[in-house]
Structures are given as structure tokens and as C-alpha cells.
């Protein structure tokens, strides 16, 4: 049974159209750490020819954060990964020219994206995992769904594109005229925080950029084919419209839907949000929480 979590609406917030050889050689693992009581492994791994820098954090069932474009790990999840990582064995990454990942001679894809996230897991020895994907990260997740369905349990799928009608039209002009100067200047930060480099800083721009005026629908018929239990998040001020979420969450069975006051990432304390002061999170992880605890078997 499909179930749906509607809230009321907060006061409108502006929001501008804001990652084989043996297994030892392949993850090159820097020091453990304890970070606010949770371990922290983290590492680079030869995947399909690029360097991915990833974070291990805490113990337990494999929890996959996957972040959204032109964001680190950090900026994207910071808010929100200790508590997450307090009964889950969680595993982050960048993906592609993002943060601390090196960049390959070839234009980024979601596909691409999904292939790499797999293979990293395979490195990692995690067979199985659940995943979280946010806003281009969100996309990613759901083709991971569709190319290594075998390594999917659970998904949450938050602020995630799957048809061009799901945000509005002026967003494809926009990013047919992106600029680097355009960039969230928290993003910016984030990233040259961890990558002191403003020539691959503006590539992962560019990459990001192209991808989203190349972005071509997902079928139906494959967002149909998705076995995996899914948690559907979204804004009701989102980039995505909770219309293109509602549609998404009925072609899925079994999905469950919630939408949250705020905007783009508010509801998990995505760094350009952090200056609204909202506590949306507070109630938002618990949502995953218990969507997380629940039994596999379809309701």
C-alpha cells in the first residue's frame, strides 16, 4: 500500500537553480578516526579509472549516501550523517570530478555515475546495501536501480529527476547559459575546501552543467520495472515539483511518499539551505529512520 506524509506549508524561501587488482592495492585507506563518537575510515579506490575519495562512518547494515551535483560529501550530507551512522554502517562518496575524486577525459553520466558507485562496493566488499540518493545523486540511485538491481535493498529517492517536465522550463535555458559565477558560493567553498583547485573546480561545473542540458527522460516502463522499497522525498518550494514526485511515487509500487515543507535540500540540511535556521531534519530522519527499519517485503 502506497502511503503518503503531506505537511503543511511554511513561509516561501528564495532558492536560486542551485561527487582490478587485489583489494588492498585497490583502497588506498588513510587513517581511522573518531569524529563526534563515530568512526571514520576514509579512503580513495580505483574505480573505473578514476580515484574515489569515499567515508565510512559508524557500524551495521551498509547505508549508500549519494550526493547531488556540484556538492562534496559535506556539503551535501554533513548535517545529517552522524545520526544517520548511529545504527548503519554508512558509506559515502564523491562521485566524478566532485570534491576530492579525480576527473576521467569523458563527459560525466548518471549511468556512468551508477557503474562507478557499484564498482566501489565491489572494492569495498559490500554485496548488498540500502541507498539515499539526493537531487542529481537521486537520479543516480534510480539508475543503480536499473543496471545493478542485485546490490539495491531499500532506496530513498530525494529530490530526484526523472522526466525534463519535472522542474520548470526556464530551468534547461539557465543551465544552457550556466557560469561558474552562477555557483552557490557555499558549494564553491565546500569545494575548494577539500580540492584547493579552481581549474578543476570549473570542470566539475561543466561536467555537471552538460549533463543536465543532455538529461534525457528515464522511460516509464523502466521506473515501472524498480523492485526496490523506495521512499520518495521532496520540498513543497522544491527545483522539483512535488507534482513530478507524485507521478513518480504512483508508477512505483509500493513507493511511499513524503513531502516536506522548505526547499531544494532543506529537509536534510544541504549547506545552502543551512541559513534559514530550519529544523525540518528533525523530523525528516526519523521518516528515514522508520522507513529504513521497516521490513524488506513489500506492504
Known amino acids: 500500500m502506497k502511503r503518503t506524509l503531506v ?11 542551485c561527487t582490478q587488482k587485489n583489494q588492498s592495492e585497490q583502497n588506498k585507506e588513510l587513517p581511522r578516526k573518531n569524529v563526534n563518537n563515530a568512526l571514520v575510515q576514509n579512503g580513495y579506490s580505483d574505480v573505473n579509472g ?7 562512518y559508524g557500524k551495521g547494515k ?17 548535517q545529517v550523517i552522524q545520526v544517520l551512522a548511529e545504527n548503519r554502517k554508512v558509506i559515502a562518496m564523491e562521485l566524478q570530478a566532485h570534491g576530492r575524486t579525480s576527473d576521467r577525459d569523458k563527459d560525466s553520466s ?23 540518493g ?57 569545494y575548494l575546501a577539500v580540492t584547493p583547485n579552481r581549474k578543476g573546480l570549473q570542470i566539475m561545473h561543466d561536467r555537471d552543467a552538460k549533463r543536465m542540458v543532455d538529461f534525457k527522460d528515464i522511460p516509464d516502463e523502466q521506473i515501472k520495472s524498480i523492485k526496490a522499497k523506495i521512499l520518495i522525498i521532496i520540498g513543497d518550494r522544491d527545483i522539483i515539483s512535488p507534482e513530478h514526485a507524485i507521478e513518480m511515487h504512483r508508477k512505483i509500487e509500493g513507493a511511499e511518499l513524503a513531502i516536506i515543507p522548505g526547499v531544494h535540500g532543506e529537509y536534510i540540511g544541504e549547506i545552502t539551505t543551512l541559513k534559514s535556521n530550519s529544523k525540518q531534519a528533525d523530523f525528516v530522519i526519523p521518516i528515514i529512520k522508520r522507513f529504513l527499519d521497516q521490513s524488506s517485503a513489500r506492504q
Do not use: C
Open 110 to 132: 548518471f549511468e556512468q555515475d551508477a557503474d562507478d558507485v557499484a564498482t566501489l562496493l565491489k572494492n569495498l566488499n559490500i554485496d548488498k546495501a540500502d541507498f539515499f
Open 7 to 17: 505537511y503543511a506549508v511554511l513561509p516561501a524561501l528564495i532558492l536560486s537553480f
Open 50 to 56: 578514476i580515484k574515489m575519495y569515499y567515508e565510512i
Open 134 to 190: 539526493f537531487s542529481n545523486g537521486g537520479t543516480t540511485t534510480i539508475q543503480i536501480a536499473l543496471r545493478h538491481p542485485e546490490i539495491v535493498d531499500k532506496i530513498i529517492l530525494g529530490s530526484a529527476l526523472y522526466k525534463r517536465n519535472g522542474v520548470p522550463a526556464q530551468f534547461w535555458d539557465f543551465m544552457k547559459q550556466a557560469n561558474l559565477s552562477d555557483m552557490p558560493q557555499e558549494l564553491v567553498d565546500a
Open 62 to 78: 551498509p547505508l549508500v549516501l549519494i550526493h547531488g551535483g556540484g556538492s562534496t560529501i559535506q556539503s551535501n550530507f554533513g
